[in-house]
C-alpha cells in the first residue's frame, strides 16, 4: 500500500524538526538572582579559620527546578592565606543541620569548588601562594582568584526543585581568611552562619560551633549573582518527533479504514 500524500507531509515535517533541533534540554530565557550594585563601597563581613572559625552562607530562591550556569560574588580571598578555602552551593539542609564534626561535607551540598589567591604572601612564603599550598578538597577543582579581584565561576549545576539553596564557605586549614563585600543599603534575612573555636582540649566542638544557624533578624545583605535558567516546558525536540509519528501513524489508519469501505460499498 502506498503511503498518501498527508503522511508522507507529516512524515517529511518530522524529519525537518529531527535536522532542525539537536538534542538536549530545552532552552530558557536565564534570570538573573541577588544583587552586586554598590559592592565594595560599605564595607563587608569576614570568613575565615585561625584557631576558631566563621563560616558565611547566603541564601536565594528559585520558582521551578533548573540550571544555574555562572556565579558572581562579591567574595575576596585574602593574599595573606597560607592555603585555600570550599565553596559550595547546598540545599536548604544546610541550615540548622548539625555535623558530627567541624570538618565533614555540608549538609546538602549540591557543588564544591576549591578557592585561592594567587597572591604571594612574602613573610611566611616568598615564592609561593595560596593556591600553592594543600587545596581544601584533595583533588577537587580549583578557582584561582587575583589579588583584589572577586570569586565567580561558570558551572552548569542542576537544582532539582523550588525552593530556598544557599552560597555557603567552610575552612579545612587555619590561616585562611576572605571578606565578603555587603551591598549597601540593603538587608535581608537569608544570611546563616556558623562560628566557634577549638575547646581548650583541642580536639573537641561545641556542637553549635558545627551547625549553620539563620540570622533571626534582617542584616546586611552579601553581594552575589546567580544566573539561573529554569526548565523550559517546551517539550524537548525527540518529543515533538515522536507526536509528529505518532499523528502520521493515526491518519494512516484512518485514511485505510475509509478506503477499505470504498471498495466495500
Known amino acids: 500500500m502506498r503511503l498518501n500524500r498527508f503522511f508522507q507531509a507529516v512524515l517529511a515535517m518530522a524529519f525537518a524538526v529531527g535536522l532542525t533541533f539537536s538534542p538536549g534540554r530545552a532552552s530558557a530565557t536565564?534570570?538573573?538572582?541577588?544583587?552586586?550594585?554598590?559592592?565594595?563601597?560599605?564595607?563587608?563581613?569576614?570568613?575565615?579559620?585561625?584557631?576558631?572559625?566563621?563560616?558565611?552562607?547566603?541564601?536565594?530562591?528559585?520558582?521551578?527546578?533548573?540550571?544555574?550556569?555562572?556565579?558572581?560574588?562579591?567574595?575576596?580571598?585574602?593574599?595573606?592565606?597560607?592555603?585555600s578555602f570550599v565553596f559550595g552551593i547546598a540545599s536548604d539542609d544546610l541550615v540548622g543541620t548539625p555535623l558530627p564534626d567541624y570538618f565533614s561535607p555540608a549538609p546538602g551540598s549540591?557543588?564544591?569548588?576549591?578557592?585561592?589567591?594567587?597572591?604571594?604572601?612574602?613573610p611566611y612564603f616568598p615564592n609561593r601562594s595560596a593556591?600553592?599550598?594543600?587545596?581544601?578538597?584533595?583533588?577537587?577543582?580549583?578557582?584561582?582568584?587575583?589579588?583584589?579581584?572577586?570569586f565567580s565561576t561558570a558551572m552548569s549545576l542542576y537544582l532539582p526543585a523550588a525552593g530556598t539553596y544557599w552560597l555557603y564557605t567552610r575552612h579545612v586549614a587555619d590561616d585562611v581568611f576572605s571578606l565578603w563585600d555587603i551591598v549597601p543599603g540593603e538587608m535581608t534575612t537569608?544570611?546563616?552562619?556558623?562560628?566557634?573555636?577549638?575547646?581548650?582540649?583541642?580536639?573537641?566542638y561545641f556542637p553549635d560551633d558545627r551547625t549553620f544557624f539563620q540570622a533571626p533578624f534582617e542584616v546586611a545583605a552579601l553581594g552575589f549573582s546567580v544566573f539561573f535558567e529554569p526548565d523550559s516546558e517546551v517539550p524537548e525536540p525527540s518529543s515533538v518527533l515522536l507526536g509528529?509519528?505518532?499523528?502520521?501513524?493515526?491518519?494512516?489508519?484512518?485514511?485505510?479504514?475509509?478506503?477499505?469501505?470504498?471498495r466495500q460499498v
Open 131 to 150: 593556591c600553592d599550598g594543600y587545596p581544601a578538597i584533595p583533588g577537587g577543582p580549583v578557582t584561582r582568584v587575583e589579588p583584589g579581584e572577586y
Open 110 to 122: 549540591l557543588w564544591e569548588t576549591n578557592v585561592c589567591s594567587t597572591g604571594i604572601h612574602p
Open 30 to 83: 536565564p534570570v538573573v538572582i541577588g544583587d552586586m550594585s554598590g559592592v565594595g563601597e560599605g564595607g563587608g563581613v569576614w570568613t575565615y579559620a585561625s584557631f576558631e572559625w566563621h563560616d558565611l552562607a547566603v541564601g536565594f530562591s528559585v520558582d521551578s527546578p533548573g540550571y544555574v550556569t555562572r556565579l558572581l560574588t562579591s567574595l575576596r580571598p585574602d593574599p595573606s592565606s597560607l592555603g
Open 244 to 262: 509528529l509519528v505518532a499523528l502520521a501513524g493515526l491518519v494512516s489508519i484512518r485514511q485505510f479504514r475509509r478506503s477499505r469501505r470504498s
Open 190 to 204: 537569608l544570611i546563616a552562619a556558623r562560628q566557634g573555636s577549638v575547646t581548650s582540649g583541642g580536639e573537641d
